[in-house]
Structures are given as structure tokens and as C-alpha cells.
């Protein structure tokens, strides 16, 4: 099957400085690929659609800009956490579908904890 | 947005017994599908199944099957000859085709199966 590939694993960042979070299609072209936000024993929320060349979209209350998404190569979108706050730890995934495919392969997560 | 409702946060089965997990949704759109993702200790989202809403015919995965109820919009997930590696998050997921292909999760149930 597909294989979808995020780093880092998990990250421990100080109040105030940005994370990158990157999120790799390693075997097939996504147009377009998805942020999902994770609490604990909660859902998924999907939090914007990364569409590759183009703006990404962000759903109702999400801040673009608090949360920066970059989808430069049908292969790789990044989710940047600008200027990282207590309250922005949580669980965070990305997810892409092949183009021309209606399955949603997921990565494995990266949990950010910041102080 | 399109909502999916889980209505059983939690739920148990013995080893080896069949246990039923429901799932409802709304929305207008005619074509779309459904998805049953499962979510281990792990945390990496694994697809169970897949149902396309123009299909009539229940989608079967093995031990896994669905009941497709499209005038009730209903989506229930059956798991037989329960194994303790089913224990798990399941989600049921619907995904419409325009625009966007967003994919809406539901709340969850979580499964214990039972030694």
C-alpha cells in the first residue's frame, strides 16, 4: 500500500519558537494532502487541505497564520507551528490521497509538546 | 461541513464474538464514501474498509463487513471472530467528491476486545 511518511516522530519545543513538521508521500503523487489536530481521546480535526501550488485552505478557526502550510512538491507538504505556545501541544497528522484514488493514507504523527 | 456521528464512545466483546459499531452521517451530496479507520495504541491510522455510496452491495474486508443504510445514512461496522489485536480507536470517516475531497471524521469508539 501507499506509504505516507512524517517527521519528526515527536518534538519538545520552548514557548515561542516554530516547528516544522514535514509529511512525505514516499511512493506515489498527492495533489493534494490533509493537517488533522489529535487530543487525546478525541477525533481527528482537520485542520486545512494542502494543495500543492496553490494556497491551502483552513478550515473554520484554524489561524493561517499561527499555522503556516506549505505544499511545494506533489510529494511534500510541511505544517509550520509559528511562535509555539503551551496550549498549541497536541497531536498532529498528516494524511494524502493518490491522485485519482479516493483512499486517505496516513502519517505516523508527530506529537508536539511545548514548554 | 458534512457530520459523522459515533454514538457509542466506548464499547467491549469477548475473544472470539462479533460486536457491531455504528456510525451515522448527514449530508445532501449522492455520491461519496465511507470509511471505518481503525487507530491502535500506536496511533497510526489504519484502513479497515471502504464503501462507495453508489454501491448497493456491502462492503466485506474478512472479518469485517459493513451495513450500508443509504436513505437512513447509516454505516455500521461489524467485526467477527473478535481478536485482541482489534483492540482499538475506530472512526468512521465520509469523504465527498467535490469539491475538495475532504474527509470528516467521526468521534470515535473505543473497542476493548476481551481476553
Known amino acids: 500500500g501507499a506509504v505516507v511518511s512524517q517527521h519528526p516522530s515527536w518534538v519538545i519545543c520552548k514557548s515561542g519558537t516554530s516547528v516544522k513538521i514535514e509529511c512525505r508521500s514516499l511512493d506515489f503523487q498527492a495533489t493534494t494532502m490533509f493537517w488533522y489536530r489529535q487530543f487525546p481521546k478525541q477525533s481527528l480535526m482537520l485542520m486545512a487541505t494542502?494543495?500543492?501550488?496553490?494556497?491551502?485552505?483552513?478550515e473554520q478557526g484554524v489561524e493561517k497564520d499561527k499555522f503556516l502550510i506549505n505544499h511545494a512538491s506533489l510529494t511534500l507538504s510541511t505544517l509550520t507551528v509559528t511562535s509555539a505556545h503551551p496550549e498549541d501541544s497536541s497531536f498532529y497528522i498528516c494524511s494524502a490521497r493518490p491522485d485519482n484514488n479516493e483512499k486517505l493514507f496516513f502519517g505516523s504523527g508527530t506529537q508536539l509538546s511545548v514548554l | 461541513a458534512q457530520t459523522v456521528t459515533q454514538s457509542q464512545p466506548e464499547m467491549s466483546v469477548q475473544e472470539a464474538e462479533t460486536v457491531t459499531l455504528s456510525c451515522t452521517y448527514d449530508t445532501s451530496e449522492n455520491n461519496y464514501y465511507l470509511f471505518w479507520y481503525k487507530q491502535p495504541p500506536s496511533r497510526q491510522m489504519i484502513l479497515v474498509i471502504r464503501q462507495e455510496a453508489y454501491k448497493q452491495q456491502n462492503a466485506t474486508e474478512n472479518r469485517f463487513s459493513v451495513n450500508f443504510q443509504k436513505a437512513a445514512k447509516s454505516f455500521s461496522l461489524k467485526i467477527s471472530d473478535s481478536q485482541l489485536g482489534d483492540t482499538a480507536m475506530y472512526f468512521c470517516?465520509?469523504?465527498?467528491?467535490?469539491?475538495?475531497?475532504?474527509?470528516?471524521f467521526g468521534t470515535g469508539t473505543s473497542l476493548t476486545v476481551i481476553p
Open positions: 470517516a465520509f469523504m465527498n467528491l467535490n469539491p475538495g475531497n475532504q474527509f470528516y
Open positions: 494542502s494543495n500543492e501550488g496553490s494556497k491551502a485552505t483552513y
